[in-house]
């Protein structure tokens, strides 16, 4: 069993500006201003400036809060930046090379727009000779409907049939166990919750945790047993 966390993979962040006590970035429509993100390591990620909101707003890194105006400089490894913020096309692209220091995103003409950046490494954590029980594979269908508050139906369907994937793996150590729980706890408490697993037949999915975790003891101190689910993405 493998799980490679958090996926390095092409991700666009639609920018948009906001006042919120001040102007302030905001990604996607998330509701959240200055929100901090995750990065990954050799991923690249792109900053789409194209909204007439960002006019006058260029986004730039550093490795000090608030850029240039924190008494910092603009980070430029691996950056490339297209356009002017506010036209069609505007963009700033960033490749984060491995070891990159935590970064931050800033307004290079006006302070106080930001926020953080972190810049997490490629971990890929990978259990050998762990007895797996061969896992269930539900199918969550086309279609789905969910019931709203007022009594109406909402209808979703999905490009592809996602699975859900019923788990019982077998760890050999405490430190195996240990390892397990860090990356739960980080998939499910951090922003970036996908990743990749890797099934004993060697095919790849990239998933997300579903619930929560369960952990057993089965010798004590040297044999534990999780079991979990795992919901496919894509």
Do not use: W
Request: glycine residues 8%.
């Amino acid at each position: 069993m493998i799980f490679k966390h958090p996926n390095a993979t092409a991700k666009t962040y639609t920018v948009k500006v906001v006042s919120d006590s001040g102007n302030k970035y905001r990604f996607n429509d998330s509701g959240i201003s200055a929100e901090t993100i995750n990065l990954t390591e050799t991923g690249t990620y792109t900053f789409d400036q194209s909204d007439s909101s960002n006019s006058g707003h260029p986004l730039r890194f550093s490795t000090t809060a608030d850029g240039t105006h924190g008494g910092g400089s603009e980070y430029t490894t691996g950056v490339t930046i297209t356009g002017t913020a506010g036209s069609s096309g505007a963009k700033t692209v960033i490749v984060v090379a491995s070891s990159a220091p935590t970064l931050y995103y800033y307004c290079s003409a006006h302070s106080g727009m930001g926020g953080q950046a972190n810049t997490l490494s490629v971990t890929t954590l990978t259990f050998t000779n762990n007895p797996e029980a061969p896992y269930s594979r539900e199918v969550i269908k086309h279609n789905s409907s969910v019931q709203m508050e007022d009594g109406s139906f909402f209808v979703y369907s999905r490009a592809v049939t996602n699975y859900r994937y019923v788990i019982s793996v077998v760890l050999n150590s405490e430190s195996e166990r240990d390892a397990l729980e860090t990356f739960y706890d980080t998939t499910v408490n951090g922003s970036e919750k996908e990743f990749t697993y890797v099934d004993p037949y060697s095919d790849e999915y990239t998933v997300r945790f579903e619930d929560q975790m369960k952990l057993s003891e089965i010798f004590k101190g040297k044999m534990y047993r999780a079991t979990f689910n795992l919901i496919q993405t894509v």
